[in-house]
Every structure is written in C-alpha cells, then in structure tokens.
C-alpha cells in the first residue's frame, strides 16, 4: 500500500483534483450567478416578477423561479454525469495504483 504523499504525487491524481475542481468551481460560479440574479431581479424590481402572465393567473416570478430550479438540477446533473464518467475511473485507476 502506498503513502498518501505517494498518491498525491500520482499524475492521475492531480489530473483528478484539477478536474474536479475546475468544475466544481465553474459550477457554483453559474449557480451563484443564477440564485443571486433572482434575488437581485427581487430587491430591484420587484414589479417585475410580480406583473401577470397569460389570463392573469400566475405571475412573472413563478416561471422565473422554477427556472432557477431547473438550472440547479441541470447543474448537479452535468456534475454527476461527469463525475460518473470522468472521476470514477479516475479514481478506481488511482485506488489499483496504490495497492
């Protein structure tokens, strides 16, 4: 069994750490972008997301608001395909490596 300071040498895994957390950083970058523009979009102008859409029923920030959620499930799907198809291996590489 490898050290952990023999591991952290690995190629491989630095491939991985700078991987993950190049997207991990580019994820949260768009989500943060995403949730703080819907606040923003509240405290600016509220009037907005509350000026009615279709028979009058339902307003702008319902639609709105379901799109921020929309992009938060894409994000974290794009994380966990990647992670699925990228990382796994990666790791289980790195895990038979170090034995």
């Known amino acids: 069994m490898k050290s952990w300071e023999e ?11 700078q ?18 523009g819907f606040i923003l979009l ?11 859409i279709g028979s009058g029923v339902m307003t702008l920030g319902m639609p709105v608001g379901l799109i921020v959620i929309i992009v938060t499930f894409l994000l ?4 966990v395909r990647k992670a699925n198809a990228t990382y796994d291996e990666l790791t289980r590489q790195i895990v038979e490596e170090s034995k």
């Open 19 to 36: 991987a993950r957390k190049s997207l991990g950083w580019t994820l949260s970058i768009i989500t943060l972008i995403v949730y703080f």
């Open 42 to 52: 509240i405290a600016f102008d509220p009037k907005l997301l509350g000026a009615k």
């Open 76 to 79: 974290v799907g794009i994380y």
């Open 7 to 17: 591991i952290e040498r690995n190629p491989k895994f630095v491939e991985l750490v």
